[in-house]
Antibody
Framework: QVQLVQSGAEVKKPGSSVKVSCKTS????????INWVRQAPGQGLEWMGR????????NHAQEFQGRVTITADKITSTAYMELRSLRSEDTAVYYC???????????WGQGTLVTVSS | SYELTQSPSVSVSPGQKASITCSGD??????VSWFQQKPGQSPLLVIY???KRPSGIPERFSGSNSGDIATLTISGTQIMDEAAYYC?????????FGGGTMLTVL
């Protein structure tokens, strides 16, 4: 069955950038969108944005406008999330999750821990 | 920005019914999903489109959405249901989560 497999943990310096990948294993993007959701330690879930690869449409949370870039490679069925100008508050587990036409996040990746520390 | 409000915690005895609520402006006009998250795990979809249960989710999980309050109900709560629960809705093509409710089964 379809799984979302994310890249490994990262440690970054403040002010730098991080790029996390999310590969659709066992299938392709199809008509699905890939969302990015993060969770700071001990905190709740925060939606960052999504991309619908077949339409190349992106939506972003207002809080991340200008600092996040979400892309997708349709050949490898891999989505990417790049976050720039990192600060300590960006330390979190970053998840990718699939949805179809804003229905529901039915499949999630395993999460990628990004630690921002000097 | 759209806000979804959840109570931080709910306690229930095993075998009893647990109700977790999520409120938001005009929520009845939006579809609500619910996610269960256990420590160290990715969230798991338990209810979508207000009251639909994905394949593999036990029948004791149900959902409703009326007025401006969506409710996740767990009938006959089991110890294994102890987890954080998050509601989620879309507004103007952006996703929003509630702050989460920690369900304690004791």
């Amino acid at each position: 069955q379809v799984q979302l497999v994310q890249s490994g943990a990262e440690v970054k310096k403040p002010g730098s950038s991080v790029k996390v990948s999310c590969k659709t294993s066992g299938g392709t993007f199809g008509n699905f969108a890939i969302n990015w959701v993060r969770q700071a330690p001990g905190q709740g879930l925060e939606w960052m944005g999504r991309i619908t690869p077949v339409l190349d449409i992106r939506n972003h949370a207002q809080e991340f406008q200008g600092r996040v870039t979400i892309t997708a490679d349709k050949i490898t069925s891999t989505a990417y999330m790049e976050l720039r100008s990192l600060r300590s508050e960006d330390t979190a587990v970053y998840y990718c999750a699939r949805d179809e036409n804003f229905k529901a996040f039915d499949i999630w990746g395993q999460g990628t821990l990004v630690t921002v520390s000097s | 920005s759209y806000e979804l409000t959840q109570s931080p915690s709910v306690s229930v005895s095993p075998g009893q019914k647990a109700s977790i609520t999520c409120s938001g402006d005009n929520l009845r006009h939006k579809y609500v999903s619910w996610f269960q998250q256990k420590p160290g795990q990715s969230p798991l979809l338990v209810i979508y489109r207000d009251d639909k249960r994905p394949s593999g989710i036990p029948e004791r999980f149900s959902g409703s959405n009326s007025g401006d309050i969506a409710t996740l109900t767990i009938s006959g709560t089991q110890i294994m249901d102890e987890a954080a629960y998050y509601c989620q809705a879309w507004d103007s093509s952006a996703g929003f989560f509630g702050g989460g409710t920690m369900l304690t089964v004791l």
